[in-house]
């Protein structure tokens, strides 16, 4: 079954510390995103990328950073720069043809100790 | 600059009942696709239904629709036959095609028995 797998599921950050949350998907998808989601403030970007090797910079993108090596792969690093970094991260991947709906993987909650 | 507003953070139906979920949006673009995305408790989001902006007919989803009314800039979602299983978070979501997705804060919705 095609689909987005972000793991893990759960994460746990000491202070101080860079971590790295997985985003793959094998839809064939050239566009992927990630997003981060706080109660109630619904989902805003972080990054988004719509060929290898090419990315940008989305609306809170201050204390994280991206790379995409390979077309189905996304993975976000949240840096020691990222203040307030506890939250639910969604990945998500859309064809790259505009309006096309995003496909998101199941997230991950990291949580900073 | 693009906007979306749910401006019901909360919202109750009793089960076989229909409820209606609001969505304002604001764009300068005359083309661009507005979405309704669920978020069960699970948290994997899911795509409900999608509307295309130049379409004058409402679209519809076996048993949630759409009452898009363009020139008010509203988009909201009717679910009939309220079942347990609808009970979720609902997001309201917007393109015009840059690659750039903006969401709204989302409704809760509770669904009694």
């Known amino acids: 079954d095609g689909g987005i797998t972000q793991s893990p599921k759960y994460l746990f950050r000491k202070e101080g510390q860079n971590v790295t949350l997985s985003c793959e998907q094998n839809l064939n998808h050239d566009a992927m995103y990630w997003y981060r989601q706080d109660p109630g403030q619904g989902l805003r970007l972080i990054y988004y990328s719509q060929i290898v090797n090419d990315f940008q910079k989305g609306d809170i993108a201050e204390g994280y950073s991206v790379s995409r090596e390979k077309k189905e792969s996304f993975p976000l690093t949240v840096t020691s720069a990222q203040k307030n970094p506890t939250a639910f991260y969604l990945c998500a991947s859309s064809i790259l043809i505009s309006y096309n709906e995003q496909f998101f993987g199941p997230g991950t909650r990291l949580t900073v100790l | 600059a693009q906007t979306v507003t749910q401006s019901q953070p909360e919202m109750s139906v009793q089960e076989a009942e229909t409820v209606t979920l609001s969505c304002t949006y604001d764009t300068s673009e005359s083309d661009y696709y507005l979405f309704w995305y669920k978020q069960p408790p699970s948290r994997q989001m899911i795509l409900v239904i999608r509307?295309?902006?130049?379409?004058?007919q409402n679209a519809t989803e076996n048993r949630f629709s759409v009452n898009f009314q363009k020139a008010a800039k509203s988009f909201s979602l009717k679910i009939s036959d309220s079942q347990l299983g609808d009970a979720a978070m609902y997001f309201c979501?917007?393109?015009?095609?840059?690659?750039?997705?903006?969401f709204g804060t989302g409704t809760r919705l509770k669904v009694l028995a």
């Open positions: 509307q295309e902006a130049y379409k004058q």
């Open positions: 979501a917007s393109t015009t095609g840059t690659y750039k997705y903006i």
